[in-house]
């Protein structure tokens, strides 16, 4: 059965940082390509926005153009983690963030993190 587990969301401040973490099990972390996603406050009923992806081997990453130069998504394929820095953070970054990872077709999501961000 797979999970995801987000962690480390809370308030900060603007400029300030956070370090999200996913924790995998249930498949072969280290094969598959995962992504983080956020969606805002009040965007319930919408799509979540695409943040973050990496490839199964940490080598290749891609970004949203609104936190390039400020996020750094990675892993750990020893310990099935799956990490977002997030520097010089901004009241828009204030988000439910969310793991996700495509399996046969199907995406699996986490249960999200809150980040919320004060100017």
């Known amino acids: 059965q797979v999970q995801l587990v987000e962690s480390g969301g809370g308030l900060v401040q603007a400029g300030g940082s956070l370090r999200l973490s996913c924790a995998a099990s249930g498949f072969y972390f280290g094969v598959y390509n995962m992504n983080w996603y956020r969606r805002a406050p009040g965007k319930e009923g919408e799509l979540r926005d695409l943040?973050?992806?990496?490839?199964?081997?940490?080598?290749?990453?891609t970004y949203a153009d609104s936190v390039k130069g400020r996020f750094t998504i990675s892993r750990d394929n020893v310990k099935n983690i799956l990490y977002l820095q997030m520097n010089d953070l901004k009241p828009e970054d204030s988000a439910i963030y969310y793991c996700?990872?495509?399996?046969?077709?199907?995406?699996?999501w986490g249960p999200g993190t809150q980040v919320t961000v004060s100017s």
């Open positions: 943040v973050a992806t990496i490839d199964h081997g940490g080598v290749t990453t």
């Open positions: 996700n990872v495509v399996i046969q077709g199907q995406n699996k």
